[in-house]
C-alpha cells in the first residue's frame, strides 16, 4: 500500500505516533509528511518519539490566518504526492489524516482533488456548534464528508457517523491513539529517569501545596475568555495551599495577555510550552487540571485526575458522563468554586477505566490497514 500520514500540530503528532511505531514493527512501508503548523512545540514530540519526516512544508509563520495556512498546505501538496506517487509501488493509495486541525482539512481536501483515499483516525467527534470548537469542529464535518475509512475511538463517536449516514462498514472503532502514545511514553521515561526540565520544574513546586496545572489555547477563548480564566488563577493564588503552574502556549494572543495578567504573582509559575513527558509528568502531579486541551480531557482519565474544561460545548463528552470532567466554560465563579470544590473533596478516580481507550488502537488501525493492501 502507498501510505501516507500527515499531520503539523503537536497534538496530532502525539497522537499518530503510535500508528507509525506499529506500521515500523509490521514492515509496512509508508512516507511521513509535516505541514509544521506548530513548528517549535511540533519537534519536540518529534524527537521524542524518534519520527523522522520526508516531507516538511514548514509552514509556520508569525501571525498567519487560517485562510492563509489553508491555502498554504492546498498549494504545497501537490508537490509531495508527485514525489509520493513516484516513489511508491502499489495501486493502492492512502492518506492518513488525524483529527480535526487546519493540517488535516485541507490535506483530506487535497487528497481528494488527486483521487487518493483518505483514512481518517479519531473520526466522529462532534459538538455539532460550528463555533466551538473553532475551527475544528467544521474541519472534522469535512473530513468525514471526504475520508473512505474512518478509525473511531468511542461508541459515542461511531454513534455520530452512523447518524450522519456513513456506511457501517467503514467505520471501524479503535480507541484513542493518544491512550498508546501515553503508555509508550510512561516505559520510556520512567520516574527514577528525569529529564533535566523535569528536575528544574520539580525544584520549584512546593510538595507541601496542592498543585493546579493549566493549559489553554483555544482561539474561542481568545480575549474575554482568557481574561475571565486568568482572573479565576488570581483568586485561587491567593490560598497559600495552592500553587498554580501554567505552561504558556506560543501564540500571542495567549501568551500576551497571560504574561500581562499573571506574570510576577506568587504561588503562580507561568513557564514556555514544556516537552511532552514533562507534561504527562505535571499531570501526575497535578490534583486538578483546568485546561481546554481535547487530548489532556483524554489523558487525565490515566492517571485519575479530574479535568475543569474551560469550554461550554466539548466533543469528548465520555469524559464528562465517566465524571473525569466538568465543563466550566470561561467563568470565573464557576472555575474558582470547582476548583475548590475538587482539591478540597477530591473524586476517587484511580480505579475507573479510561472512556477513551486501552492502549491497543494503533494495533486495530494497522491490522485493517494491512487488510486493505
Given amino acids: 500500500m502507498k501510505l501516507l500520514l500527515c499531520f503539523g500540530t503537536r497534538p496530532e503528532a502525539i497522537k499518530m505516533a503510535p500508528v507509525i511505531h506499529e506500521l515500523k514493527k509490521e514492515k509496512m512501508p509508508f512516507k511521513v509528511c509535516v505541514t509544521a503548523q506548530h513548528r517549535e512545540m511540533l519537534d519536540q514530540v518529534l524527537d521524542f518519539f524518534e519520527i523522522t519526516p520526508d516531507y516538511d512544508l514548514d509552514l509556520m509563520k508569525s501571525g498567519q490566518t487560517l485562510n492563509g495556512l489553508s491555502a498554504s498546505i492546498l498549494s504545497g501538496m501537490d508537490e509531495v504526492f508527485d514525489d509520493w506517487l513516484r516513489q511508491a509501488q502499489s495501486d493502492v493509495e492512502m492518506v492518513l489524516v488525524h483529527g480535526d486541525t487546519t493540517t488535516a482539512s485541507m490535506i483530506a481536501q487535497a487528497a481528494f482533488h488527486r483521487q487518493i483515499k483518505v483514512g481518517h483516525v479519531e473520526a466522529g467527534l462532534r459538538t455539532y456548534n460550528k463555533t466551538s470548537p473553532f475551527p475544528e469542529e467544521i474541519n472534522r464535518q469535512l473530513i468525514s464528508r471526504i475520508a473512505d475509512i474512518y ?28 491512550v498508546d502514545a501515553l503508555y509508550w511514553a510512561r516505559g520510556k521515561f520512567a520516574e527514577k529517569e528525569l529529564t533535566q526540565e523535569i528536575i528544574e520544574l520539580k525544584s520549584r513546586l512546593n510538595d507541601d501545596k496542592k498543585l493546579i496545572l493549566v493549559t489553554g489555547h483555544r482561539r ?55 516537552a511532552y513527558p514533562t507534561m504527562l509528568w505535571l499531570m501526575q502531579r497535578a490534583e486538578v487540571i483546568i485546561s481546554d486541551s481535547g487530548g489532556i480531557q483524554e489523558e487525565a482519565p490515566a492517571f485519575g485526575k479530574p479535568v475543569l474544561v474551560t469550554r461550554e460545548f466539548s466533543e469528548r463528552m465520555e469524559g464528562v458522563e465517566a ?51
Fill in 323 to 373: 465524571g473525569f470532567s466538568v465543563l466550566v466554560g470561561t467563568n470565573k465563579q464557576k472555575i474558582v468554586e470547582e476548583t475548590i470544590r475538587l482539591l478540597q473533596n477530591p473524586p476517587d478516580l484511580k480505579k475507573k477505566p479510561n472512556p477513551y481507550g486501552d492502549g491497543k488502537a494503533a494495533e486495530r488501525i494497522v491490522e485493517i490497514l494491512k487488510d486493505l493492501c
Fill in 220 to 274: 474561542e477563548n481568545f480575549g474575554k475568555g482568557l481574561e475571565e480564566i486568568g482572573e479565576a488563577l488570581l483568586e485561587l493564588s491567593l490560598n497559600d495551599d495552592f500553587e498554580i503552574i501554567y505552561p504558556v502556549h506560543l501564540n500571542p494572543n495567549v501568551k500576551n495577555p497571560v504574561n500581562e495578567l499573571l506574570g510576577n504573582k506568587p504561588n503562580i509559575h507561568l513557564v514556555a510550552p514544556v
Fill in 151 to 178: 478509525f473511531t475511538p468511542t461508541e459515542k463517536a461511531n454513534a455520530n457517523l452512523l447518524k450522519e449516514k456513513i456506511p457501517a462498514e467503514q467505520i471501524v472503532l479503535t480507541g484513542n491513539t493518544v
